[in-house]
């Protein structure tokens, strides 16, 4: 398979199918995922690399593409990782790819802790936004999670002071993803920074250690 050309066909498909919602697209980013299922994780990953981002569709069908193959994750490098966050800007893109490529990266390993304190500095809301988010990955078991306090409980440290409402909303998400490893961890930070946090993510928080739903 010759990678440029497998991203052009893809991108043909996506721009000739006339895609109007999500089920209908994943009807094809499925039959793709099922023709990829037994190519190597770095040529998946060489693939979704030549997609064009511009092209309607292509961004979700690169991160589900590396999300649903069996290596993909495994394979990634930091350089991939970097590349295949380009442009985003829309926190519907930002969450799929921390969910579904950084965040996994991170969690196992390939992708280094470096990169997300670098994310949390940036004065760019939607990298701040991937950072958080990417915690997501680490603790919720449908998505491969089994629990990361420390370096969950990091990175929301970090955040505690930005009032960014996307960065805010982040980290209520992260904390609360949380709760089914350490809720007694979540608890206490919670406590702890009780003062610096917005007051949107220690209501939205307890109300989750309490109830055990959002709100």
């Given at each position: 398979?010759?990678?440029r050309?497998?991203?052009?066909e893809?991108?043909?498909?996506?721009?000739?199918a006339g895609?109007?919602g999500?089920?209908?697209?994943?009807?094809?980013?499925r039959?793709?995922?099922?023709?990829?299922?037994s190519?190597?994780?770095?040529?998946?990953?060489?693939?979704v690399?030549?997609?064009d981002?511009?092209?309607?569709w292509?961004r979700?069908t690169?991160y589900?593409?590396?999300?649903?193959?069996?290596?993909?994750?495994?394979?990634?490098?930091p350089v991939?990782?970097?590349?295949?966050?380009?442009?985003?800007?829309h926190?519907?893109?930002?969450?799929?790819?921390?969910?579904?490529?950084?965040?996994?990266a991170?969690?196992?390993r390939?992708l280094?802790?470096?990169?997300?304190?670098?994310w949390?500095?940036?004065s760019?809301?939607?990298?701040?936004?991937?950072?958080?988010?990417?915690?997501?990955?680490?603790?919720?078991?449908?998505?491969?999670?089994?629990?990361?306090?420390?370096?969950?409980?990091?990175?929301?440290?970090?955040?505690?002071a930005?009032r960014?409402?996307?960065?805010?909303?982040a980290?209520?998400w992260?904390?609360?993803?949380?709760?089914?490893?350490?809720?007694?961890?979540?608890?206490?930070?919670?406590?702890?920074?009780?003062?610096?946090?917005d007051?949107?993510i220690?209501?939205?928080?307890?109300?989750?250690?309490a109830t055990?739903?959002k709100?």
């Amino acid at each position: 398979m010759v990678p440029r050309k497998i991203a052009a066909e893809i991108e043909a498909e996506l721009s000739d199918a006339g895609l109007t919602g999500v089920s209908a697209w994943r009807v094809h980013r499925r039959a793709w995922s099922r023709r990829l299922r037994s190519a190597s994780g770095e040529l998946v990953i060489r693939i979704v690399r030549c997609l064009d981002f511009d092209v309607p569709w292509a961004r979700l069908t690169a991160y589900e593409l590396i999300a649903s193959h069996p290596t993909a994750v495994r394979a990634l490098t930091p350089v991939d990782v970097r590349a295949l966050s380009r442009g985003l800007a829309h926190w519907g893109d930002v969450d799929a790819f921390a969910c579904y490529v950084a965040g996994p990266a991170w969690r196992e390993r390939r992708l280094p802790s470096r990169q997300i304190w670098a994310w949390l500095s940036s004065s760019d809301r939607w990298l701040r936004r991937t950072a958080v988010v990417c915690t997501v990955a680490l603790n919720v078991r449908a998505r491969g999670g089994s629990g990361d306090v420390e370096r969950t409980l990091a990175v929301c440290s970090r955040a505690v002071a930005d009032r960014d409402d996307m960065v805010v909303k982040a980290v209520s998400w992260g904390l609360r993803s949380l709760i089914g490893s350490d809720r007694h961890a979540v608890g206490a930070f919670i406590q702890a920074h009780e003062h610096e946090l917005d007051a949107r993510i220690t209501r939205e928080v307890r109300t989750k250690l309490a109830t055990g739903r959002k709100a």
